[in-house]
């Protein structure tokens, strides 16, 4: 190929490309997976957020975010800044600690690992007397204080991590001084927390987790008070005023403690079980906050009642006589309190929790502690995503209506500002507004403001509400009975459970002229939807479509259709269904499009597809596609993934047994790795070559769908048509006969069968464009008579695109004859996953920009398909290969970006032009020095340092 | 192609009674089962009985399947004698103007190969080999190897030709490990393996590929650093005309470069490198309908393709467009692009074929496949538009390309 053309071309081609074309990822959207840790710096105001995958996200203001990764991966499990710094400390789960800091570059920050370190102790010394289990950061900023499993406290200079090894606080140390009326005094166990005095920083406590609390004074390296817990200590709070220690414990209580410099006595305790009588659970973290008037804030998780409440996942607020025991639907990682005040001492204003499926905000401020909506680190998955639509340049008449719809369901939200504001958010506004729709498994629809770097709730859609379900409507209200002990307050809006599984949303198609709006989900149901900005009572009238067409000897063994609810049903402002199709078979819908200017919805299942008026509220057309000795395609969903899940099991026990295997190989070292080539040859991953056929199974499963006015019939009248692709490589088009639009209302919409296409290969169509005479791809409806697009030429010939999942063919219209191709699948093997259509504008010259088609590969590959010539522009890897759910979920924008799944709450956005790109551009200045600054000279005795010395030896000999 | 296996024992007729068929002449006569002579002698005898003495003939004869066998050697000369139960059928032709084909099937398919005498012998005058063997065209190729001057002889780059044929490929491969020679010492490497044929598959029936071969490339492309996927995918999407280069696990049955390559069995049975520009399929596809409106699909096959290029020269596989619907008159005006009605029209094909710019140098049949284009008229809008639509649908398929 390449011969024939000449070398300047190349060049040229090449410099342009580089134009046009640049791959990044460039921000994550939605809640970090699998959160283990959780930070802030009320100096910086900023949120950082550690993951079991290594990960670590800051977050201030909205826009202001910055992620690191760990070359490590363990799993972060402490975030601790440095007081007044731009650096924090992290701690991994293979003990390795990280310094990382916020350098300015160029007017913007970026997150940089600067060091990192790992406690040695003396040789021969057992890992536990390294392993950290307690950190805190000093307020100097300059020190580290490291408690370990062994008992000792590890005293380091920070940033550079230098050991300070003459001011260890050794176990023996504490142990000497231990009051003799003190139980098992030789075993302290691990230090369990470390917290600094905060009116006086030269004192730290030091919680060990047997219960004994030691007063440590840093200058003069020894201890002043011994605080003797006996329940097994789970954390402990300094309160402001340095008068009180508050200590929680396993067994569910707390206990205060009054400080002084004597050694406390039983009378100074106040010790309560706040939810007592029965066994409680462990109060794993417990906080108190002084008010300015009125009494404090008293903060703590868990506590609950083992045996009837030990599985919720609570934090109870006391203030004064209020006293709620927040409920959240996942496990609580973390908490903190943010305070007002020019200095962060002020009153508590916020609450912030970090559970495990999502990040909820309490304004402590208003009455009745109503939630803060975040502006990112939203669950996308509090129902789990099942598909996403992008629509590009919103117009705003259609954003301000779904806003306004949105900010009606939002009137429980908090009215108070986001809390967290740190850093500048730099990024210029973005140019555009974008949507991006996520389809969830309980029916709902959800619209993500995604013009920008924070991927933001603008509205909730939910199709539910048409069908009868099995759900109890009373079943998710707050069941706050009067009285009821704890008193539980659910919060938070993760909620995994689905209702009904048929009522998954599969497809959705938006109109963003029009404001129609098109879903289609499991159970064959497909309803078209408009926007109405005030609420409405109204019936759906359900019309059921029989795409066997009257194909025997099938049987459906899937999940039935879905009941309609016969009575008028109040729909909220918002998008509002009026017309509703039920597939029978009722196949999960696998291709959808709707044509807002036609008014006309095509859709298609594994069994064929239709063709509706959802203005005559008719069909026009109904397509049998299966192939008669498919009889997979008739069983329904639910028979395969009985055999997925067999197949699961069976792979798990696969890997359980060659665990097993090598195990007992590593423990007897007679025979290595002898077994390990055996245990390949007992079950080896075999391919079956064979060319596919038109008996393959799912032939017949509509892929894709499409619209078009261009030439089907002669080269000189364009007509409306409806093109359909199928597993089996087969193109269906029809042609359209739409009447008058005075006429619209009465005269029939009717479709003829104009070609059919058989591609030889037989790989699935997975998507069909026609392009018009100057090679563009045809606008989308309404676009033309809304002047936002160049009508298409009409004079030149028409191209056809099909594009299958091993090559994308140019075919001339209306005679369908071939032009040009390529072949992706027996070039390199990779097939194609999912295809959009991208304009990519010059990053040199405004004007100019081409058409392209964008393309995910089974291999996570991303491609530039050149259009109308189909060449390979570019190609860079995307996703994982391995990652089948983050390839399936990608979605492309029209303007060459991109968004994927990298966990079941996460989307990754890309860009592949080098023009259109959103990143975080964000500024996190250095707090000013405080005054507070103080530098702590030690010099230690000659003998305490021996003394040190003696007892680290004594440790490990 | 030589069916030498099959020898039936329990004949123990003395003569074997002969029936010769030249033009629409019939000669009958028999023949020594045990002292059949050399072949020149039967081919004078031929000459003699049907006083054809100076008409150079292409002599084949029916085996026990039916299938048309040339007899041209002494070797199948013997062969033919010693099968013939009892019957030898023979058919004689000119060899100027020799219209049907030597393979399987070949007698009953005669209609087609009519056809694909006229369209797809470009080289008919071709010079002819010195050794009178049956000429590489004369068959069908099922496999062949090809590349035998520009690979080492340890591999071996086989071509299967599936035709569109029913005949399943019929082979699995899986992941392993080879061992390497590099500058550093032997170094283990994965490599993909072929893991397992399917009895009475394509693969199995060509004996050129077996079990623990080794995939090197696949149409040109090497496999190296491809997952076991990527190659499974590109073997699929290559499989109408699937190339593979193996590195045969067993290395005893390589092809001796230079040497007289007809060793017998099936190793060498195809042809190899330069001889073979056999090329042209001689079957269509039977289409998945049933219907089997077979078409020729002219190809020039390329051998000694340079890795990488073949992508463009490739023979294609052509998609099938069927018109169907309400426009079947209008498209019939136009003789220039449509064939007459349910009738499959080839010579076009090649005319409008050619000048097209990429890659296309196909043509492909177009069948009334039974399904499609009734099921395709299954809306029903109202019941005297359907009526139409059924008239229309009696005007048959026009068939275009």
């Given amino acids: ?957 | 192609m030589n069916k030498t296996h099959r020898v039936p024992s329990n004949r123990s007729l003395s003569t074997v009674e002969v029936k010769s068929k030249f033009g629409a002449e019939f000669r009958r006569f028999s023949l020594e089962r045990s002292k059949p002579g050399r072949f020149d002698e039967f081919y004078g005898l031929l000459q003699h009985v049907h006083h054809i003495p100076n008409v150079e003939l292409l002599v084949g004869y029916a085996d026990v399947h039916g299938d048309l066998l040339p007899i041209n050697n002494d070797d199948n000369y013997h062969k033919a004698i010693s099968t013939a139960s009892p019957l030898l059928r023979l058919f004689l032709q000119r060899k100027e103007e020799a219209d049907y084909t030597f393979g399987t099937n070949s007698l009953t398919r005669k209609k087609n190969t009519v056809l694909s005498a006229v369209l797809l012998r470009p080289d008919a005058t071709r010079k002819k080999p010195p050794v009178i063997i049956s000429l590489p065209r004369d068959f069908r190729p099922v496999s062949s190897i090809i590349d035998v001057d520009i690979l080492p002889e340890t591999h071996r780059r086989v071509r299967l030709y599936k035709h569109g044929q029913e005949k399943p490929l019929g082979f699995y491969i899986r992941d392993g490990s080879s061992v390497r020679v590099t500058p550093q010492g032997l170094e283990k490497v994965p490599g993909i393996f072929i893991s397992r044929m399917v009895p009475g598959g394509l693969a199995e029936s060509t004996g050129l590929l077996a079990v623990n071969d080794e995939v090197l490339e696949v149409n040109g492309i090497e496999v190296v650093g491809k997952s076991l996927d990527q190659v499974t995918d590109m073997m699929i999407a290559n499989s109408h005309n699937l190339i593979i280069t193996v590195k045969p696990a067993n290395q005893r049955n390589n092809v001796v470069r230079g040497g007289g390559g007809g060793g017998g069995g099936g190793t060498a049975s195809g042809s190899s490198g330069r001889s073979s520009d056999s090329g042209a399929s001689y079957y269509g596809y039977s289409s998945h309908g049933g219907v089997g409106a077979a078409a020729p699909a002219p190809s020039h096959i390329i051998q000694n393709f340079p890795v990488g290029e073949l992508e463009s020269e490739e023979e294609d596989d052509e998609d099938l467009v069927i018109e169907v619907g309400g426009e079947a008159e209008s498209a019939g005006r136009d003789p220039a692009d449509y064939g007459m009605p349910s009738l499959p029209r080839y010579e076009p094909h090649l005319n409008l074929r050619t000048p097209s710019a990429l890659s296309v140098n196909g043509a492909a049949l177009a069948s009334g496949s039974s399904g499609p284009p009734s099921n395709a008229n299954s809306t029903t809008p109202s019941p005297d538009r359907a009526a139409e639509m059924r008239s229309l649908e009696e005007d048959g398929t026009v068939i275009t390309l």
Avoid at chain 1, 326 to 338: E, G, K, P, Q, V
Avoid at chain 1, 410 to 431: A, F, R, V
Avoid at chain 1, 458 to 464: P, R, V
Avoid at chain 1, 681 to 701: H, M, N, Y
């Fill in chain 1, 1 to 957: 190929m390449k011969r024939f053309r000449r070398h300047g071309q190349e060049s040229q081609r090449e410099r342009l490309k580089q134009e046009l074309f640049q791959f990044n990822k460039t921000v994550e959207h939605g809640f970090p997976h699998q959160p283990s840790a959780l930070g802030y710096s009320p100096s910086l105001q900023l949120l950082a957020i550690g993951t079991r995958s290594g990960a670590i996200k800051l977050y201030g203001a909205p826009g202001v975010e910055f992620m690191g990764l760990h070359d490590e991966n363990a799993a972060v499990t402490q975030v601790h800044f440095l007081p007044q710094q731009v650096e924090l400390v992290t701690l991994l789960d293979d003990n390795s600690l990280h310094m990382w800091t916020l350098k300015a570059h160029t007017g913007l920050s970026e997150l940089l690992e600067i060091g990192r370190f790992t406690l040695t102790g003396p040789p021969g010394a057992p890992p536990s007397v390294t392993r950290v289990t307690a950190v805190l950061a000093h307020s100097s900023g300059e020190l580290l204080l490291l408690g370990t499993e062994g008992g000792h406290v590890f005293i380091v200079e920070v940033p550079g991590f230098r050991e300070l090894e003459e001011r260890n606080i050794s176990l023996d140390q504490v142990a000497s001084s231990v009051p003799d009326n003190y139980t098992c005094r030789r075993n302290l166990e691990h230090v369990e927390a470390l917290q600094e005095n905060p009116v006086n920083p030269s004192q730290v406590v030091i919680g060990y987790g047997r219960g004994l609390m030691v007063v440590w004074d840093l200058k003069k390296q020894r201890a002043i008070q011994h605080i003797p817990g006996t329940q097994q200590l789970e954390s402990v709070w300094w309160t402001e005023d340095g008068g009180y220690l508050l200590s929680s414990h396993n067994d569910g209580s707390y206990c205060r403690w009054t400080m002084g410099s004597k050694d406390v006595d039983e009378e100074d305790v106040k010790s309560d079980i706040p939810y007592g009588h029965f066994p409680c659970k462990a109060i794993s973290k417990i906080v108190q906050l002084s008010t300015e008037e009125g009494p404090p804030f008293l903060l703590f998780s868990g506590g609950m009642p083992r045996a009837s409440y030990g599985d919720r996942h609570c934090i109870t607020v006391i203030h004064g006589k209020t006293h709620v025991a927040l409920d959240f639907t996942s496990r609580i990682i973390d908490f903190f309190a943010i305070r007002g005040g020019p200095q962060h001492t002020g009153d508590p204003s916020a609450l912030v929790v970090l559970v495990e499926e999502e990040l909820v905000v309490i304004d402590l401020q208003t009455e009745g502690w109503p939630v803060i909506q975040t502006p990112y680190l939203v669950p996308l998955h509090s129902s789990a995503i099942t598909c996403s639509h992008h629509v590009s340049a919103i117009p705003l008449k259609l954003w301000e209506r779904v806003l306004a719809a949105g900010n009606m369901q939002s009137t429980h939200y908090s009215k108070k500002p986001w809390p967290i504001t740190g850093g500048q958010n730099l990024g210029p506004d973005p140019p555009q507004r974008d949507l991006l729709l996520t389809g969830h498994e309980d029916g709902t629809v959800r619209f993500w403001d995604a013009s920008g770097v924070c991927l933001y709730p603008s509205y909730k859609l939910s199709t539910a509400g048409v069908f009868h379900t099995d759900a109890d409507p009373n079943d998710n209200m707050n069941q706050g009975t009067e009285g009821e002990w704890p008193p539980f307050r659910k919060v938070g809006c993760f909620d995994p459970y689905s209702d009904d599984p048929r009522l998954g949303v599969q497809k959705i198609h938006l109109c963003k002229y029009s404001g129609y709006l098109t879903v289609a989900g499991t159970a064959g149901q497909i309803l078209v939807l408009e926007l109405n900005d005030e609420a409405a009572e109204q019936t759906v009238e359900a019309k059921v479509v029989d795409l066997l067409q009257g194909q025997e000897g099938f049987r459906w063994k899937g999940h039935t259709q879905l009941d309609v609810r016969e009575e008028p049903v109040l729909f909220p402002p918002g998008f509002q269904p009026f017309a509703l199709v039920q597939c029978q078979p009722p196949a999960v819908v696998t291709a959808l499009t709707l044509h807002s200017e036609w008014k006309l919805v095509a859709f298609g299942t594994s069994h064929g597809f239709g063709l509706y008026d959802y203005q005559q509220k008719n069909n026009v057309l109904i397509k049998c596609t299966l192939n008669p000795s498919d009889q997979l395609a008739m069983e329904g969903p639910l028979s395969r993934v009985k055999s997925i899940k067999k197949s699961l099991r069976q792979s798990f026990r696969r890997i359980r047994r060659s665990r097993v295997s090598l195990r007992k190989h590593h423990a007897g070292r007679d025979l290595p790795c002898i077994s390990i080539p055996h245990q390949m040859e007992i079950a080896p991953v075999q391919r079956k070559i064979e060319a596919r056929s038109s008996d393959d199974s799912f032939t017949g499963l509509v892929r894709t769908i499409y619209f078009a006015d261009t030439f089907l019939a002669d080269s000189s009248h364009n007509t409306p048509s409806l093109w359909a692709g199928t597993n089996g490589g087969c193109v269906f088009a029809y042609m359209l006969r739409l009447p008058a639009a005075e006429r619209r209302a009465d005269e029939p919409v009717t479709a003829q069968p104009a070609k059919e296409i058989q591609l030889m290969h037989r790989a699935p169509v997975v998507g069909i464009l026609v392009l018009d005479g100057h090679g563009a791809p045809l606008p989308e409806p309404l676009e033309v008579a809304h002047d936002l697009a160049r009508s298409p030429d009409m004079q030149g010939s028409h191209h056809l695109v099909v594009i299958s999942e091993e090559q994308f063919k140019v075919f001339g219209l209306p005679k369908v004859s071939a032009k040009t191709k390529l072949k992706l699948t027996a070039m390199d093997g990779s097939r194609v996953r999912r295809v959009g259509v991208a304009w990519f504008g010059s990053s040199r010259s405004e004007d100019y920009g081409e058409s392209g088609l964008v393309v995910l590969t089974n291999q996570g590959d991303v491609h530039v398909v050149s259009l109308p010539t189909v060449k390979m522009q570019v190609h860079y890897p995307c996703v994982r290969r391995e990652d089948v759910s983050g390839i399936a979920s990608c979605v492309f924008t029209k303007h060459g970006q991109g968004f994927y799944l990298i966990s079941p709450s996460e989307f990754e956005r890309f860009s592949l032009s080098a023009r259109c790109l959103v990143e975080p551009r964000c500024l996190v200045e250095a707090p000013t020095d405080s005054s507070t600054q103080l530098t702590l000279l030690f010099c230690p005795p000659a003998e305490v340092l021996q003394e040190i010395q003696k007892s680290l030896e004594g440790d490990h000999t």
